[in-house]
């Protein structure tokens, strides 16, 4: 048996250590999204050694702004969930007919969940679904933590004419 001839290239290495400060890089230089306005803003020097001025976020806990709700059905009846919520804070989430009649409310707490950005919220109401298509209610959230109402949700409220 013979022994096989040992690789002298090393571009595997160095695509390695390429990579490797690359992503150092990138950790290293803030976003423009990671930027809040009233932040106090730290230095980041440089290799060069010039000092340069970034933001960094003024609370790592608080929601970005966009919160949001979704609408499904589960176990015949109707369920709203939402994100962007601050995650671990106190959500109000609430169902009402158009004409501003309350039918279902709860507070809840955002959790996190792997497809949700920010904190997810869910809430399972008592009124049955799917309903007859019309939209005679709609669904809204509001995130104490940030003082926020998330926009309305059209949905359809089931109501038994008897």
Known sequence: MGTLPRSTSRRPRRFAVSATALAVVGLA?????TATA???PARLVTPAGSAR???????????????????YTYRGHLKI?????T?????????????????YQKNVIAKTNAGVPGGAAYMETNISAPCAPGNNGYAQAYDYS???????????ICVRFD
């Open 38 to 40: 009233g932040a106090a």
């Open 29 to 33: 230089v803030p976003s423009a999204a």
């Open 81 to 85: 969930g939402g994100g962007n919520f």
């Open 53 to 71: 001025a970034w933001s960094t976020p003024a609370s790592l806990d608080k929601a970005p702004q966009g919160l949001y709700l979704f609408q």
């Open 146 to 156: 940030t003082k926020t109402w998330s926009p309305k949700l059209p949905v359809a």
């Open 87 to 103: 995650l671990g804070g106190k959500v109000y989430m609430v169902v009402k007919f158009n004409s501003g009649q309350v039918k």
